[in-house]
C-alpha cells in the first residue's frame, strides 16, 4: 500500500481488453434458478458449464476479484475483528496512529513510514458522513484518499486537491439522495456501500509528532444526522460479516469465491459490467449468493482451482514482462474506475504489490525489483543509487525511498530501525565530492563515514519503492526519470 503502498504496475492494456472482450461475445448469459423459495447453491451452476470455460471463467475471475477479496481481508482486520493486533477502530470511527509504520505492521503490505495515518472504514448503507478537517500549516503536506471495494481512488481532499485550508466533506454511499445541509464544502460519492478513507499527515522530524498529534486530533467524523442535530431512525445495517482469508489462502482457496460473492452485494453493478457479471455467473460468482464448491464436482472443482492457478501465472508474466522491465509503473495501475478503464490486471498486480497506491497525480512510485543489469535484488550484494547534482526528485512535497524484504513485502528490521531515506533527511545525509547524493543500499554498514546514507538491507531478497508525493509536471511527463539502482559487488 502506499499503504500505502504502493507500488506499480501494470499491464499491456488494450491487449488485455481486447481479449476479454472477446471472451465476453463467446458467452452467453446464465440465469440463476431458484425453487420455490429456496436458490439452489450459486456453485452448482458450475456444472452447466465445460471444465474448460469453467477453468477460463475462474482465471479471469480471480484477476477481477483479488483487489476485493484483499480489501475485505485488511477491512475485517481493520474495523471487525477486535481481537486481532491492526484492529483499529468500528465503522465510522477515525482511529489515528501516531507514529510511521515498523515491521510490527503486518496487515498492508508495501506500507508507507513516511506519514502518521488516520484510518476510516466508511459504513455508507444508513446514512453519509461528514468529515471535518482543520486548517494546517502551508508547508505541511496532508490528504485524505478515498478508497472504494474495488480499490478505486474515487476522490482526494488534501494539499494538492482542496488546500490546506479548513473544511466539511460530505462522504455518501451509492443509494443516497438526500439534502445536502449548510456548511458542507463538498460532496464526495462512493459506488460501493463500504469505502476507506486513508489520511497522511506530514511528519517533518522526529521531534514533529506532537504537532502531529494535534492535527489528527483535529479531525472529526461523525454521521449526517448527529452534523445537522437531529435523530434518526437510519441505524447501521447489520452485517453477518465473513471470515477472511489469509494472504496465502487468497492465491488457491475456492472459498475465495464465496468472499468475492460477499463483497459484491455491496458494490452495484456497474453498467460496463454486466456482461462480465453474467459470465461470472455461469460459475457461480453472484453477488450476495452463497458458493458451496462442496457442491461441484471432482473434475468441475480442479477446473476452477487451475483457474486460480492460470491468474497467478498470469500476474507473474506481466510483472516479469511489464513491470520489472520497466515498460510500466505505478502511474499506470492506481486510479478511479475511468483512469483503469477495466484493465482488470492492472487493478489486480496494484493489489498484490502495494495495495492503496495514490493516483499518479497525487503520488508516482518508482520501484525497484531489480537492479541495472536486470538481475533481482539480493542482500548478499552491495547497490547504490546516486542523485546527481540537480537531479534529487522533482516534488511538490516530499520522497522517499524505502525498503520491503520478500517474500512478505514488509519493512525491514535493522540495527538502525531505520525503513526509510527521505528529503527530510537531506540535512543529515553526506555529499559526494561534485553536491550529489549517494546512497548505500546493503546488509552491512558501508562504513561510519557513510552510515547516515545507508538504507539497511535484508541477507535475503528485497525490493524499494521510491514515493514521490505530489509530482511536479517533469516527473508525470517523463522528462525526469529515476536513478538505477547499481550492483557495487
Not at 493486533?85 to 465503522?91: E, L, M, V
Not at 469505502?195 to 522526529?206: C, D, E, G, H, N
Not at 453493478?269 to 458458493?291: H, Y
Not at 493489489?351 to 492503496?356: K, R, T
Request: aromatic share 12%.
Amino acid at each position: 500500500m502506499d499503504v500505502t503502498a504502493p507500488l506499480l504496475l501494470i499491464l499491456g492494456a488494450s491487449r488485455r481488453l481486447a481479449l476479454v472482450r472477446r471472451r465476453l461475445r463467446t458467452l452467453s448469459v446464465y440465469a440463476l434458478a431458484c425453487i420455490a423459495t429456496t436458490c439452489v447453491s450459486v456453485a452448482a451452476h458450475a456444472q452447466s458449464v465445460s471444465v474448460e470455460q469453467a477453468r477460463a471463467i475462474a482465471r479471469d475471475a480471480t484477476i477481477y476479484g483479488f483487489p476485493l477479496v484483499d480489501n475485505y481481508r485488511i477491512q475485517y482486520a481493520y474495523f471487525v475483528d477486535r481481537n486481532n493486533a491492526d484492529f483499529k477502530a468500528p465503522w465510522n470511527t477515525l482511529a489515528s496512529t501516531a507514529r510511521v509504520f515498523t515491521p510490527e505492521d503486518k496487515a498492508i503490505q508495501t506500507p508507507n513510514s513516511d506519514t502518521p495515518y488516520s484510518f476510516l472504514g466508511a459504513d455508507l448503507r444508513a446514512e453519509p458522513l461528514v468529515l471535518t478537517v482543520p486548517k494546517i500549516e502551508k508547508a505541511r503536506y496532508y490528504s485524505l484518499q478515498f478508497i472504494d471495494a474495488y480499490t478505486f481512488n474515487f476522490a482526494y481532499v488534501g494539499t494538492r486537491t482542496t488546500g490546506n485550508g479548513a473544511g466539511r466533506y460530505l462522504l455518501a454511499g451509492p443509494g443516497w439522495h438526500g439534502k445536502v445541509p449548510r456548511g458542507i464544502t463538498a460532496v464526495i460519492r462512493s459506488d460501493t456501500q463500504f469505502a476507506f478513507v486513508l489520511y497522511r499527515t506530514q511528519l517533518f522530524s522526529p521531534d514533529d509528532i506532537d504537532r502531529v498529534k494535534r492535527i489528527q486530533a483535529s479531525y472529526r467524523v461523525e454521521p449526517l444526522s448527529a452534523y445537522i442535530g437531529q435523530h434518526t431512525s437510519a441505524a447501521t445495517q447489520p452485517s453477518d460479516f465473513i471470515e477472511p482469508l489469509t494472504s496465502e489462502q487468497e492465491r488457491s482457496s475456492l472459498r475465495f469465491f464465496d468472499v468475492l460473492n460477499f463483497v459484491l452485494r455491496y458494490c452495484p453493478n456497474d453498467p460496463s459490467e454486466t456482461a462480465l457479471m453474467a459470465r461470472f455467473a455461469q460459475i457461480g460468482i453472484v453477488p450476495g449468493k452463497p458458493f458451496d464448491s462442496n457442491a461441484l464436482s471432482p473434475e468441475m472443482r480442479k477446473a476452477l482451482e487451475d483457474g486460480m492457478s492460470d491468474a497467478w501465472t498470469e500476474f507473474a508474466d506481466f510483472k516479469k514482462t511489464e513491470l520489472d522491465t520497466g515498460k510500466l509503473s505505478s502511474a499506470d495501475g492506481f486510479g478511479d474506475r475511468a483512469f483503469l478503464n477495466n484493465n482488470y490486471m492492472a487493478r489486480m498486480a496494484s493489489a498484490v504489490l502495494g495495495i492503496y497506491g495514490n493516483s499518479k497525480a497525487e503520488a508516482v512510485y518508482p520501484a525497484y525489483f531489480v537492479d541495472a543489469d536486470g538481475q533481482k535484488l539480493e542482500g548478499a550484494h552491495r547497490y547504490t543509487i546516486r542523485f546527481a547534482p540537480g537531479q534529487l526528485p522533482p516534488v511538490n512535497a516530499f520522497w522517499s525511498l524505502t525498503l520491503y524484504e520478500l517474500p512478505s513485502s514488509l519493512l525491514y528490521a535493522n540495527v538502525l530501525n531505520r525503513y526509510l531515506i527521505n528529503s527530510s533527511n537531506l540535512p543529515t545525509l553526506k555529499r559526494d565530492a561534485d553536491g550529489g547524493i549517494t546512497l548505500y543500499v546493503q546488509h552491512d554498514s558501508p562504513g561510519a563515514a557513510l552510515e547516515s546514507n545507508w538504507l539497511p538491507a535484508p541477507d535475503g531478497a528485497f525490493f524499494s519503492i521510491m514515493r514521490l508525493y505530489w509530482p511536479k509536471p517533469s516527473v508525470l511527463e517523463g522528462e525526469w526519470n529515476a536513478p538505477k539502482m547499481l550492483r557495487a559487488q
